[in-house]
């Protein structure tokens, strides 16, 4: 893999990370798990497609769909648990305050 395919990767993965940002909101630390969310995904899913043959959406050596798909997975998964661990510490801190 050569340069080119890793900043196209890093761009194209980076700009999904801060589009799922803007979609969900959040502060400053969720925009940086956010982006770490977005670009482990993506090369999990471009180490994969590549260890496995996947060709979805390929683009040059980068393959694209499999990694993007992999991308949104990772931050779907990242944002429900991000939700249950705020849900979760509201609930202890409701329970602290009753008594």
Known sequence: MNLSTLILGMVISSL???GFHLFTGGNFWR????L???WAGFWIG???AEA???TFLSVGMLHLGV???FTLIALGLGWVFSK???HNSDDEETIRRRN
Request: without cysteine; glycine residues 18%.
């Open 67 to 69: 990694a993007v798909t």
């Open 16 to 18: 999904i990370g801060t």
């Open 84 to 86: 249950n661990m705020v």
């Open 31 to 34: 925009i940086i798990g956010n």
């Open 36 to 38: 770490l969310l977005a």
């Open 46 to 48: 471009q180490g994969l």
């Open 52 to 54: 496995w043959g996947w």
